[in-house]
């Protein structure tokens, strides 16, 4: 079974910095592109920052700025380095990945759970 798991969220005042961390584990062959997501209240989820295997960068205009994705392969991990925010940046975070499970040898895409990060004085 293959998980990802995210860690890192919790409740930060406006101006802060927080930095979230996404781990996946269980019988992996590979990971491929790697992203954060958020979703506000009442709002879509919506694609903040992603990073390719060989650790090409997209950013959304959410993430433009004041956050910085990158991540470590030997540890299969992404991170979310979130500087300056502002209270608009509420929302749960979600991690994703393209992840190809020792078992099938194919690709398939995976969500973690979703860490809530309130931004809020």
């Known amino acids: 079974q293959v998980q990802l798991v995210e860690s890192g969220g919790g409740l930060v005042q406006p101006g802060g910095s927080l930095r979230l961390s996404c781990a996946a584990s269980g019988r992996i062959s590979s990971i491929g592109t790697m992203g954060w997501y958020r979703q506000a209240p009442g709002k879509q989820r919506e694609l903040v920052a992603r990073i390719t295997r060989g650790s090409t960068i997209d950013y959304t205009d959410p993430g433009k700025g004041r956050f910085t994705i990158y991540r470590d392969n030997a540890k299969n991990t992404v991170y979310l380095q979130m500087n300056s925010l502002k209270p608009a940046a509420t929302a749960v975070y979600y991690c994703?990945?393209?992840?190809?499970?020792?078992?099938?040898?194919?690709?398939?895409?995976?969500w973690g759970q979703g860490t809530q990060v309130p931004v809020s004085s």
């Open positions: 994703n990945a393209d992840i190809v499970r020792i078992a099938t040898m194919s690709s398939n895409n995976y």
